[in-house]
């Protein structure tokens, strides 16, 4: 482990050094055999998948080499799509780039919104699984099949971690390469084909004990867990190879993964670069040096010695580190059609995925007045299914999912539990909409005391039926002025269940004080003071 930690310095410093340098862009200096420099100026503005973000140093030598800051602005999968279809995303950035645009060019309104694409690097989707499990299931010398995996997972012989194929392009990424490869054609996967799966992908997820909404957010919670060895510590990942590579490589595992490379396939994401059409000379020069530099071989080899993605160019040597030892890494198909692509991941949300518990801890307090409550409706009825948007459709409340509803401004009010079931869910998403239609704002603001009977709400139904994900999402927009405070709560939150809380920032609401409520039980915080709540609403739905 301290080994591979070291090769990993070594050839960051070796492989990227000539790409390295101090001051402007005159005093950057190319590798000798890759010629000069193309030349821009400005900044490139880039809507981008959010595990980007670890490439902040390559792009500051890129700046330094070309006169070209490219920023960039995360963004969900089908947030992202969204953007380009409706012709938002040309508004504010010049490009794109995603993991992958797959489902971006399914879209029949794409065509006209995208131009050049320029792959960068790639990533296949895998499983990395402990040592130990791996080699207790057989797994270390035998390569299994992703239903060899499915039918272990639907055994309970070992649990994992998975982003959310309606947030994140891992999970979505997961979710096909599963699909197509228990579907066993060989073509791509078709929407008649899904419910004749459903049982045998039931099995692969009834595995899945730890979900979330990106990537980043998903390793850096396994870790944590791994190294508390708490209750939503699990045995492994499926997610990119970059991201388990890099994970065995950190040193802060207490047992490094072995990578899984299922012997039917992967789906892989290849990091396309991706001009918005319509954009100006001026940015097209700007993006031709950008994607010179990035494809640069000595540049493909920083990037992959310091993130883990492989180089997109074939010149570029893959270092030992990445498998499988046969070379042997088959592509499966991706669905070719918008209707099975979408199909799916409905699928995932009312039918294959664990179920989950939901319980929303609003504050109806009198700052609440106006605009504010009207938004929290608007968000909750959102969720009903009246966002019809691409995003909206597939963050509404699920079949099968139970949501609670706690109330509160001087005290906590009256508990509302709705349980969506696993069929016509229509009529139970219309009792939701009834029931935020009908929120009234007055009182105190007694955070605690809410949270408090949420944790208690979580206790019971977990008797009832312990095997869902369970969540508290806690909205308020202002002080506490009532009820226990923040001591109380860290007091007795080591005899409270083991529930993440994701705070909305919002309002006058203590930031600092929701950012420790939020990391004191695992979750995470969303910022709606600058956007519309609606939106921080249904970014949660991916950690749900």
Known sequence: MKRFGAALVVAALLLGACT?????????????????????????????????????????????????????????????????????????????????????????DAGDKIGTATKVATSPVVLGIRQSVAAKLGWTDHRPTWSEIAVA??????????????????GFSALVGVAAALAGTGA???????????????????????????????????????????DHAVDGLVNYESVILSLNASGKLPEPLTVIYPSDGVI??????????????????????????LRRPSVQRKIMSTTWRRPAVPEVQLAAQFGPKDGNLPELPFPGKLDAANALIGAFGDDLRKPARTIYVL??????????????????????????????????????????????STKPGQVRRFDLPDGNIQPTLDQIRGYANGLAAAGDTAIYDALFVAYDQAAALAKEDPDRFTSIVLLTDGELTAGAN???????????????????????????????????????????????????????????
């Open 20 to 108: 390295s340098g101090k001051g402007g862009g005159k005093d950057a200096k190319p590798a000798e055999s890759e010629g000069p420099f193309l030349k821009g100026s400005g900044t490139l503005r880039v809507l981008a998948s959010s595990e980007l973000a670890d490439l902040q140093p390559v792009l500051g030598d890129l700046r330094q080499a070309t006169g070209v800051e490219v920023k960039l602005q995360a963004t969900g999968t089908l947030d992202g799509v969204e953007n380009v279809v409706s012709g938002n995303a040309a508004k504010s950035y010049d490009a794109i780039w995603f993991a992958s645009n797959r489902y971006l060019q399914l879209h029949p």
């Open 153 to 170: 997972a639907g055994d309970h012989k070992f649990t994992y971690g998975m982003t959310n194929p309606a947030s994140s392009n891992s």
């Open 188 to 230: 791509a996967l078709t929407a008649e084909q899904i419910a004749p799966l459903t049982p045998r992908l039931r099995a692969f997820f009834a595995g899945q004990n730890l979900t979330s909404g990106s990537s980043g957010w998903l390793a850096d919670s396994f870790t944590k867990n791994a190294v508390e060895k708490n």
């Open 268 to 293: 892989t994401a290849d990091y396309p670069l991706t001009l918005l059409a319509g954009v100006s000379e001026q940015t097209k020069n700007n993006y031709a040096a950008v994607v010179d530099y």
């Open 363 to 408: 504050d109806l307090s009198g700052s609440m007045k106006g605009e504010r409550l009207q938004g929290l409706k608007n968000a909750l009825v959102g969720l009903t299914g009246a966002d019809t948007t691409l995003s909206g459709q597939f963050t509404r409340f699920n079949g099968r999912e139970q949501v609670v509803m706690v109330p509160f």
């Open 486 to 544: 923040l001591a109380a709560f860290q007091a007795r939150l080591p005899q409270l269940p083991k529930v993440p809380v994701f705070t909305i920032l919002f309002g006058e609401g203590n930031v600092q004080e929701m950012q420790q409520v939020a990391d004191l039980t695992g979750g995470k915080s969303f910022d709606a003071r600058t956007g519309a709540l609606p939106a921080a609403f249904k970014e949660i739905r991916g950690y749900q």
